[in-house]
């Protein structure tokens, strides 16, 4: 069984179709699957819906599949620093539904481990709940949240050996692992690809089970907000 | 005279408890840290999935791969742990982060916090601050106590989308401390210079005391 493919164009061939849901990794910038975006955006495919933390900036990340309407609807927690989201949400041209970020990390983990609702107090009392199961557990009001079943996930690692067995560095892991757990099909990019056994396996991030293609690339890794300090 | 924003920053930063850990939001809470006093020790989250945040970096040395909650270029520290956002979360929502030291647009005498959305202007998202609010020991507030039109911000009830109800514990602002108590706010502390008249005529929240 192979799973390393030549390009992101390949690793995501007979993948794509119109109006699927697909869950990306990533927060802001940092640990976006930025080669995958740009093969989704060239492959044409649209009325796509993305559980995205972030929807990217205007030239980079989600960001330039929204330059070509290919997006029709946003599940995020946080959609600043785009200016052509903006635009497009507020001419009623793309649907956004607002999660807290804790939700939707939580509801991409629990679809991921075939949990279809949990319940939590986050957003108790506020828009968030409106429409939402309430209940009561020892006293305290809590909401119903459903498990995110994507039909595709996109995400980036930093090093992963050739099954799929995944290492993330720094602040980059963010969203991939529970982006990754949720789809039906995991395509990963890396900076690296190993063989077996030249990863350590208690330091695996994300075993390979959950990763079905694999692709090696070079990343821009754009800084969103260069902030520093005098030495 | 009142506190100015480092001003308030120094006072927020007593609100610390040693050996705790502690995440921090935007704006004036970011300066916290430069005001922890001597022999407390802070374990500051970043809910992007960091444990043990330290300061920027010097110039030259950014590393994309590692970033703070309003995706600034930080460090790391001996002690740093990361994990993704579920896990960064889990932590959260189970209660495991002692205190969050937020800004907000406007708090309510019984504890409601609004500090995510104005209705018609451009809508960001709420990011992590309800998750925050709803899981954390304790909600610190730093803030302006009147917006720029010298309105109160510390009211009877919140008029903008909330964020949490009943989350907040404590409000430090520009005039003093207040903290939420039963039937409305008490007043701890008054800022340097500043009369409890002014802090009155300043709250169009109830006080108690």
């Known amino acids: ?231 | 005279m009142a506190w100015d924003r480092n001003q308030m920053a120094a006072r927020a930063a007593l609100e610390l408890q040693d050996g705790t850990y502690v995440n921090l939001g935007i704006g004036i809470p970011t300066l916290v840290p430069n005001f922890i006093p001597e022999g407390v020790h802070v374990t500051l989250q970043s809910e992007n999935g960091m444990l043990g945040m330290g300061p920027f970096p010097i110039a030259g040395t950014e590393d994309p791969d590692l970033i703070n909650a309003g995706k600034q270029t930080i460090t790391e520290l001996p002690d740093t742990s990361y994990f993704d956002s579920a896990t960064s979360f889990g932590m959260i929502r189970g209660g495991k982060i002692a205190m969050a030291i937020l800004g907000a647009m406007e708090v309510a005498e019984n504890g409601d916090l609004a500090n995510w959305m104005i209705p018609g202007k451009l809508v960001k998202g709420m990011g992590g601050a309800m998750d925050l609010v709803a899981g954390v020991g304790r909600v610190v507030v730093v803030m302006d106590h009147t917006n720029k039109h010298g309105e109160s911000k510390v009211l009877k009830s919140c008029t903008l989308p909330l964020t949490g109800t009943g989350v907040v514990n404590r409000i430090i602002s520009n005039l003093g401390v207040l903290d939420v108590v039963e039937g409305g706010l008490k007043i701890v502390e008054l800022a340097e210079g500043v009369t409890d008249a002014e802090l009155r005529a300043a709250t169009e929240a109830t006080i108690v005391n």
């Open chain 1, 1 to 231: 069984m192979n799973k390393v493919y030549g390009s992101a164009a390949e690793a995501l061939d007979g993948l794509l179709r119109d109006d699927m849901l697909i869950a990306a990794g990533g927060f802001g910038l940092c640990g976006i699957p930025e080669l995958l975006l740009a093969a989704i955006r060239d492959s044409g495919v649209k009325d796509l819906t993305f559980a995205s933390n972030n929807a990217g900036v205007d030239d980079f990340g989600i960001g330039i599949l929204l330059q070509t309407r290919q997006v029709r609807k946003m599940m995020s927690s946080y959609v600043g620093e785009n200016a052509e989201f903006m635009r497009q949400y507020l001419s009623g041209e793309l649907e956004l539904e607002f999660n807290p970020q804790g939700t939707l990390a939580e509801r991409m983990r629990a679809g991921g481990c075939g949990i279809p609702g949990f319940y939590t107090k986050t957003g108790v009392g506020t828009q968030v709940a409106e429409g939402k199961e309430h209940k009561d557990f020892n006293g305290e009001t809590y909401i119903l949240e459903r498990g995110i079943f994507a039909d595709l996930s996109i995400v980036k690692a930093w090093k992963a050996d050739t099954t799929g067995n995944a290492i993330f560095r720094k602040t980059a892991r963010n969203f991939n692992p529970p982006a990754a757990m949720c789809g039906k099909v995991c395509v990963m990019e890396v900076e690296e690809i190993v063989q077996p056994g030249e990863l350590d396996p208690d330091k695996i991030h994300l075993p390979g089970i959950y990763v079905h293609r694999l692709v090696q690339g070079t990343h821009e890794k754009r800084i969103e907000q260069r902030t520093v300090r005098a030495a």
